[in-house]
C-alpha cells in the first residue's frame, strides 16, 4: 500500500539559506500535518492543511510557510535558516471524517541539518 | 488544554517479559481517540495501537495491549513477550476535538531498551 512520502530525506543547508520540504500523502487523504522533532524530542506540531486550507497552526515560525496543493501534496517552505532549525522534520496525513479513531500515517521524516 | 504526560524517560525490560509503559492524558472532550507510535533509531513513526475513548474494550493489536482507565485517564501500552526489535521510543498522542480542529498532541516519549 503506499505510504506518504517525504523529500528529500536527507538536508544539509548552511545559515540563512532556505529549504522546501515536500510532503505527498496516501492517496484520497485530505488532511496532512507537519511536524519538527529535535533530538531526543518528542514531534511539535508546526501547521494542518484539510482540503487545501490551513486547518490549524502551531509553532512554526515567521519564516516558515507551507501550503497544500490541488493534489494534496504539501510543501514546508523555510527561509533565513537557523542552526536551532536542525531536525527531523514529519509530514503526516489523514483522512479527516471527524472522528477520534483516524490514525496519522507518517512520512520517513526529512533530517534537516543547518550548518 | 490537553495535555498528554509519559513519566518514564527510560525503561528497561529483559527479553520474553512484559513491559508497561505509561501514559496519563487531560481532556475536557468527550470523544477522543488515544494513540501509541514506535519510533526505533532509523526515525519512522509507526502506528501500534488506537483506543477510543467510548469504547468498553481494551483495544489489543498482536503483542500490544493498551490499559485503559478512563475514570483515571491513563492508557498505558503493555508489550507481552518482549523482543530485541521493541528497543526504540515509545510515543502516546491524542486527538482530540479542539475547536474542531481535531489536533494531535504527542507526550515526551519513553525510550525502551530491551536487554537480551
Known amino acids: 500500500a503506499a505510504g506518504v512520502i517525504q523529500s528529500p530525506r536527507h538536508l544539509i543547508k548552511e545559515k540563512r539559506e532556505t529549504a522546501t520540504l515536500k510532503c505527498y500523502p496516501i492517496p484520497r487523504h485530505d488532511t496532512v500535518y507537519w511536524y519538527q522533532q529535535g533530538p531526543g524530542q518528542d514531534p511539535q506540531f508546526l501547521i494542518s492543511f484539510y482540503e487545501k486550507m490551513q486547518s490549524d497552526k502551531g509553532s512554526i515560525p515567521d519564516r516558515f510557510s507551507a501550503q497544500q496543493f490541488s493534489d494534496y501534496h504539501s510543501e514546508l517552505n523555510m527561509s533565513s535558516l537557523e542552526l536551532g532549525d536542525s531536525a527531523l522534520y514529519f509530514c503526516?496525513?489523514?483522512?479527516?471524517?471527524?472522528?477520534?479513531?483516524?490514525?496519522?500515517?507518517f512520512g520517513s521524516g526529512t533530517q534537516l541539518s543547518v550548518l | 488544554a490537553q495535555k498528554i504526560t509519559q513519566t518514564q524517560p527510560g525503561m528497561f525490560v529483559q527479553e520474553k517479559e512484559a513491559v508497561t509503559l505509561d501514559c496519563t492524558y487531560d481532556?475536557?472532550?468527550?470523544?477522543?481517540?488515544l494513540f501509541w507510535y514506535k519510533q526505533p533509531s532509523s526515525g519512522e513513526m509507526i502506528f501500534l495501537i488506537y483506543q477510543g475513548s467510548y469504547d468498553e474494550q481494551n483495544a489489543t493489536e498482536g503483542r500490544y495491549s493498551l490499559n485503559f482507565q478512563k475514570a483515571r485517564k491513563s492508557a498505558n501500552l503493555v508489550i507481552s513477550a518482549s523482543q530485541l526489535g521493541d528497543s526504540a521510543m515509545y510515543f502516546c498522542a491524542m486527538r482530540g476535538d479542539l475547536s474542531g480542529t481535531y489536533k494531535y498532541i504527542f507526550g515526551t516519549g519513553t525510550r525502551l531498551k530491551v536487554l537480551a
Open positions: 503526516a496525513s489523514t483522512l479527516n471524517e471527524g472522528l477520534p479513531n483516524e490514525k496519522l500515517f
Open positions: 481532556t475536557s472532550d468527550q470523544s477522543y481517540g
